[in-house]
């Protein structure tokens, strides 16, 4: 497809850095997505201009700050289509949002005997809330498996959704094979059991175009800097019926609606779960980066990002000597690869791209289980996103090719 790309790049000119002297080729976006210049200005204006606390004040800094927050807070419903910004809470980021379902939510509908049902694929901020969960609980914390190539599989879910699972927890899209995984499907056999979907978008929010209310998730989590936006700020959607039976889990001011010194009742979602002071800044600079998303438009980003990969695939299929994880077909990931180089470990093989100026990420990637299963310890990850171009697909190739020739002629220099 025409996409533009120098007007885009020009928008993140820390990519006009070198490192180690060569040019930048930034692939670890699944870790973190750089922030266009709308973003940081975005944020530089509220500190210049409107810097004040929000919901508190009568005076006029205050309620362009508390305009602006809420703002942010609609744009992000708008963005997911919610059918409300009442239904869109604040948080730090992923972690913080799973973590509030899973005790504000799970405590009150899982208990001793029931099942929470998640894939040996997640995150794990979306397996371990759940595992402690299961162990306060007195719960049975399940497995859906995965097939060959890193997809679900299916058949293992149906298996494992039963009358007793109370939770079904999944990425959107896999950290580390970059699955796009069935979340409809899932909600739908989810539901049939009278189950509650928790879906993790972090890897989808700002590749392909998310619909909550399409994909009927009863909660959607995701973190800013992600997409764009300043660390330290993430989402939870829910239901609205979910999100007033939930409990707060965090208390103090601005949450409150009465307090005595023996009571204390809430406000209605979301604030009663927003809790002191929330990242105002950080909110602000969210909505600013869903501005520059939609401006290019979320479909457009995932065929543009598909085609990167569509190059990318191939050519690291091709390569003698390195293991490739997850779907062998474009179609079925999102911008995300995880690889191996035989006989290298990824901290070296990702060492030796970064002195080439790629950057990539190397580890478990927070998902321990799935290592496990892959019967690996690491694995180097690549992942793309709307800045990057295929001269970055081609400094990620021929930067393995020198990596592996080089540790392979100082093995040979040593026999």
Known sequence: MSWPINEIRADFPILDQRINEERLAYLDNAATMQSPLPVTR???AYYATTHSNVHRGVYTLSNQATAAYEGARQKVATFLNAASANDIVFTRSTTESLNLVACGFGDLVVHAGDEIVISVAEHHSNLIPWQQLAARAGATLKYIELKTDGTFDMTSAAAQITSKTKIVAVAQVGNVMGAINPVTALAQMAHQVGAYLVVDGAQAVSHLPVDVQQLDADF??????????????????????????????????????QVTRTTATWKAAPLKFEAGTPNISGAIGLGAAIDYLQQYGLANIQTYEHELMASLLPQLLALPGVTVYG???????????????????????????????????????????????????????????????????????DGIKQVKEFFLHESRSNE
């Open 42 to 44: 975005a944020v530089d």
């Open 220 to 257: 959607y989590a995701f973190s800013g800097h992600k997409m764009g936006a300043p660390t330290g700020i993430g989402v939870l959607y829910g239901k609205p019926a979910l999100l007033e039976q939930m409990d707060p889990v965090q208390y103090g001011g601005e949450m409150i609606s």
């Open 327 to 397: 779907p062998t077909d474009p179609a079925l990931r999102g911008g995300v690869v995880a690889f191996n180089i035989d006989g290298l470990h990824p901290h070296d093989a990702a060492t030796g791209l970064d002195l080439l100026g790629v950057e990539v990420r190397a580890g478990h990637h927070c998902a321990q289980p799935l290592m496990q299963d892959l019967g690996v310890s690491a694995t180097a990850r690549a992942s793309v996103a709307l800045y990057n171009n295929q001269t970055d697909i081609d400094q990620l190739i």
